[in-house]
């Protein structure tokens, strides 16, 4: 199992910009997928952004061109860099983390994007 720390979360106006961190416990060359997926009030959690240790990505078709994932393998760190934020944004946003076909989460932070 990898434990998985989020930071990042916050209050924001529409248009503005947030950068989310996800810590892992071990090597994230280890990790054979990690991403961001998020989730609304009353609304199932949805799939954000992945990257895989390959490095391909996937984006929600919502969050195209709008948000980045990245990774830092020297600080076994995700990001995601949100920008162009819109109040449909606003979620409990977890990181993940897919290692040995064993799903990771982290514990979630929250982001709120005021119009």
């Known amino acids: 199992q990898v434990q998985l720390v989020e930071s990042g979360g916050g209050l924001v106006q529409a248009g503005g910009s947030l950068r989310l961190s996800c810590a892992a416990s071990?090597?994230?060359?280890?990790?054979?997928?990690m991403g961001w997926y998020r989730q609304a009030p009353g609304k199932q959690r949805d799939l954000v952004a992945t990257?895989?240790?390959?490095?391909?990505?996937n984006y929600a078709d919502s969050v195209k061109g709008r948000f980045t994932i990245s990774r830092d393998n020297a600080k076994n760190t995700v990001y995601l860099q949100m920008d162009s934020l819109k109040p449909e944004d606003t979620a409990v946003y977890y990181c993940?983390?897919?290692?040995?076909?064993?799903?990771?989460w982290g514990q979630g932070t929250q982001v709120t994007v005021s119009s």
């Open positions: 993940y983390a897919l290692r040995n076909n064993l799903s990771n």
């Open positions: 071990r090597n994230i060359f280890s990790l054979n997928v």
């Open positions: 990257s895989t240790s390959g490095g391909a990505t």
